[in-house]
């Protein structure tokens, strides 16, 4: 009896020395893990909000800018915008709604655009860059057995600044083919002969307030019976300056050729 509790105890003691040395070093190795694991965690942590703390600081250094419209449309203000440094405004594009400008509802779907031209103090200047109508209000106007008739052209104004111009007519029955063009030739020549006798800032305020559509619809409506006529799209394309560079360069390369 004495032999075999010998045997048994040694056989224990064998078996529980060789668990301990087959856990402990395993557990070992898992508890290093995990405390990597929590090391990389707390860096990675910090590093965050490191960033997130670079990132807030950039925007406190930043000054918010009062962005006002052109003087043709009383110098309006149309939004603000931050910046850390002035010059960064320079080109930067606004696009307000006509809305922003007059206060009626009803022009909400006329999107314009200005381009800051330049910052004094915390007031950022525009310039007039174009407009453009919704795409959803025009679909809206489409009426069955109606005809949709569009021109695109440009155009130059009194002070040689170029622009791109498409108007849209609404007719109240289908037109033929020959009223269309009719229709197309009258809307140019509308268009054309506002544009001589107007300077830039003329021109503009009678394309986004609606009155240069009104003379349109008043030029084309002898020609079919007119729902409704508006310029629904327009785009600054050059200033004087580059119209009468390439002018210019025109006149010196047909004398070159003579």
Known sequence: MKRAAHVTMFLFDTFDVGAVHRVGPATNSSFSGLNFQKECDTQMSSRSRQAAARTRDK???????????????????????????????????????????????????????FKILEVTGQQA???????????????????????????????????????????????????????????RKAVERVIRAHA?????????????????????????KKIIPIRQCEIRKSKVLKGPEEVRTRRARLRRGSTSKE
């Open 59 to 113: 925007w406190r250094e930043k000054v918010w800018y009062q962005v006002l419209a052109p003087e043709y449309f009383d110098s309006k203000e149309i939004g603000t915008t931050p910046a850390g440094n002035p010059e960064l405004l320079i080109g930067r594009t606004v696009t307000p709604t006509l809305y922003d400008l007059t206060g009626d509802f009803d022009k909400i779907h006329v999107k314009l655009r």
């Open 125 to 183: 200047m525009t310039v007039f860059y174009g407009h453009e109508w919704s795409s959803d209000y025009l679909r809206g106007l489409v009426k069955r057995g109606t005809s949709r008739i569009d021109w695109i052209g440009p155009i130059l104004t009194k002070d040689d600044y170029l622009m791109r111009i498409s108007v849209i007519v609404f007719t109240h029955t289908r037109a033929k083919t020959s009223q269309e063009h009719a229709v």
């Open 196 to 220: 001589k006798k107007h300077t830039f800032d003329e021109l503009v305020t009678k394309v986004v307030l609606g009155d240069l559509a009104t003379e349109v619809y008043e030029g084309v």
